[in-house]
């Protein structure tokens, strides 16, 4: 039972109870200023807009997201989805190189010397 009450989980505890108390005091406040069919919409964009902000505060904190990245909300929601494994430049694009004659190309053949053994470089 120690185990689970560690400096770590205690942390996330707290961490996620905070958000949650968040959460209620946003909705309570919302519910009771308007009438349904907009408290409805604006509960659910409220909701959306503190994901995003939450999602951007722990991407932070663990240091995967900077503010160079990032400039706008647009240019947060393509890092939320781009693959770690990508090029941080943007340039994705093979360099091919032929394996007889090592000239660059992007075709099947070798314009130069017409093999077909490649590497990519």
């Not at 393509?78 to 091919?96: A, E, I, Q």
């Amino acid at each position: 039972m120690n185990n689970f009450f560690s400096n770590t989980n205690r942390e996330l505890f707290l961490y996620q109870l905070k958000w949650l108390a968040v959460f209620i005091g946003i909705g309570f406040i919302i519910i009771y200023l308007f009438e349904f069919p907009l408290d409805l919409i604006m509960l659910i964009v409220a909701f959306i807009v503190i994901n995003i902000y939450k999602t951007r505060v722990m991407l932070k904190k663990l240091g995967i997201l900077n503010d160079s990245n990032v400039k706008d909300i647009r240019g947060f929601i393509k890092s939320l989805f781009r693959s770690p494994s990508s090029s941080m430049d943007g340039n994705t694009s093979v360099r091919y190189y032929c394996m007889s004659c090592g000239n660059e190309h992007k075709e099947i053949a070798c314009p130069k010397c017409g093999s077909k053994m490649k590497r990519v470089g």
